[in-house]
C-alpha cells in the first residue's frame, strides 16, 4: 500500500553537495519511520541515515558532519541532503519506509562522486 519514489541523484565531483528526495503515497506519512540506505557495486546494503515519526534522527558514523536527514509531513516527503561528497559515497540510495516492522523499498536513485 506503501509508494516510495526516490529523486535527486546525480554525478558530482568530491567534495560537492546533492539533495535527495523520496516521496510517499498511499499512507498517513506522520506515521512512518523513514530512513535512507545505500548499496555500492559488490557490497552488502547499508544504512545511511534515520528519522523517527517523532523526527528523532540517527546516522551511520561515515556520514555524521555530513549528511542531514529531514522530513516534512505536509509534503509526505523525507529528504538527505548531502555535502563533502567523497567518491566512496558512490552508491544507489534507497528510501525505506517502516511501521511496526513492515518495511516497504523504493527503486532507489544513483549518486556517482568522481572527478
Known amino acids: 500500500q506503501v509508494e516510495l519514489v526516490e529523486s535527486g541523484g546525480a554525478l558530482v565531483q568530491p567534495g560537492g553537495s546533492l539533495r535527495l528526495s523520496c516521496a510517499a503515497s498511499g499512507v498517513i506519512f506522520s506515521l512512518l519511520d523513514m530512513s535512507w540506505h545505500r548499496q555500492a557495486p559488490g557490497k552488502q546494503r547499508e544504512l545511511v541515515a534515520a528519522?523517527?515519526?517523532?523526527?528523532?534522527?540517527n546516522y551511520a558514523d561515515f556520514v555524521k558532519g555530513r549528511f542531514t536527514i529531514s522530513r516534512d509531513n505536509a509534503k509526505r516527503a523525507v529528504y538527505l541532503q548531502m555535502n563533502s561528497l567523497k567518491p566512496e559515497d558512490t552508491a544507489i540510495y534507497y528510501c525505506?519506509?517502516?511501521?511496526?516492522?513492515?518495511?516497504?523499498w523504493g527503486q532507489g536513485t544513483q549518486v556517482t562522486v568522481s572527478s
Open positions: 528519522i523517527t515519526s517523532g523526527a528523532t534522527t
Open positions: 525505506n519506509s517502516n511501521f511496526r516492522g513492515f518495511a516497504r
